[in-house]
DNA sequence: ATTTGTGAATTACTTCACAGCA
DNA sequence: TGCTGTGAAGTAATTCACAAAT
């Protein structure tokens, strides 16, 4: 039982099981095995059982886990229970998208708040959510308990952003801006800067003609597995 | 010198060393340490180093990096050169951002050719690019050579998406879909679930009130550290 | 008979600490 | 002197392999 460090990247991947569990659930299925949902998940059998004994004894021996069980602790486990709300800081193309896409999937989390500086859009609506201006932005999430919080704000105003979501009281941040943020005691920020990943992928094709590069002709390319959803 | 397996971490800091030597170069800074690019990236200036000495030694002892100099090497490390033209596959909500916020900011990579199902988008114009009928793919991605794609499509339809991809030639491809896509020898799949990012954010807030989770009362949260952009 | 739960072994990644060079 | 480049040391994460449980 668990009474190590747990790994960050065991966290990350805890969603990733609630999805299959729940889908799992609603097909009304009563039983899985950690190797049924390795193939399900896209991760290993060992990892998965691996990551639940972090927290605890969850399955049978020899017979499997409950869907309904499992995901019910994993979501108390993260911290989904009850509504969770989330706030999102800039309405440009890639927040839209985020609100819009959060509307039709998730209900564990969902996105009660939206600011943005301009006032051209302030008072506009994105997936039923009305957009409120950024100077509003301690008193919402102070009255709504807010603690989660999306940035998706030009670069250079990303820090100032973090900073009034910190002040007032977010403690959990998912960035999309390609700016390093500074945190302070008490809160997370997760940074995901599309742009970067998108370059990154250069790095595994092959070069389109002539010219190969320096020491990076070791690269390694996925032998037919499976990528981590 | 890099004989060493490369790691895949190393990979992805890389494009974001790329972005800040870029904007030095910009502002006429010719000479940069680890120490300041680190400050700037997020990361340790050992780390820097030790990517940096995967591919070779680009600096001079005592001086630093030479960030015109530093960042071509970096291009070429990635395989960035020339025009790096992408696919993307689902012009919905997250497929028309991205097509978007690219057009914006990174002339590394472009998008140049969107694909979609629905009948209704198709003919209609991205960020100045048209989108095209989903049977087009493989015909356009051979013509123009693309090695890299999007996919932001739902769920049910990535996997064939990406087999589409594959069969069309694509070697490295982002999904943004939650699904856990099979890839075949010679491509690289990287795949990013924002639902999933986001939910996993919960776990490093307090509970709202009473009900303490599990063994995951120990969560850590950064300590005044910055985040990896 | 089957599948979980878990210490031990392994592999991957990061940080340390300092030699090497401008 | 100052900063890079890099083996060695340390830490984190994954996989192995098997005892425990039903």
Do not use: C
């Not at 805890?14 to 899985?32: I, K």
């Not at 499997?64 to 009850?82: A, C, E, F, M, N």
């Not at 960035?175 to 008490?186: D, E, H, I, M, T």
């Amino acid at each position: 039982m668990g009474k190590e460090r747990i790994p960050e990247a065991a966290i990350r991947r805890l969603p990733v099981y609630l999805r299959v569990l729940e889908e799992l659930s609603e097909d009304g299925v009563d039983v899985v095995s950690s190797a049924e949902l390795a193939a399900r998940a896209g991760f290993s059998s060992e990892q998965i059982r691996k990551d639940l004994a972090y927290f605890g004894a969850f399955g049978t021996r020899g017979v499997g886990y409950d869907p309904v069980v499992l995901s019910s602790k994993l979501k108390r486990i993260l911290g989904l229970t009850g509504d969770v709300k989330v706030a999102l800081v800039g309405a440009g193309n890639l927040g839209t998208a985020l609100a819009r896409h959060n509307l039709n999937r998730h209900k564990e989390v969902r996105i009660s708040a939206i600011f943005d500086r301009d006032w051209d859009k302030v008072g506009k609506s994105i997936a039923g959510v009305e957009i409120l201006p950024i100077e509003d932005l301690e008193k919402v999430i102070r009255a709504q308990g807010i603690k989660m919080a999306i940035i998706a704000v030009p670069a250079v105003e990303a820090q100032a952003v973090a900073d009034q979501l910190m002040a007032a009281g977010v403690e959990a941040i998912l960035n999309f801006s390609p700016a390093k943020l500074q945190s302070r005691p008490g809160t997370y920020i997760q940074s995901i800067d599309l742009m970067t990943e998108l370059q990154a992928l250069a790095y595994y094709t092959t070069p389109n003609s002539g010219s190969a590069r320096l020491a990076g002709d070791e690269r390694e390319v996925s032998e037919g597995e499976v990528s981590t959803v």
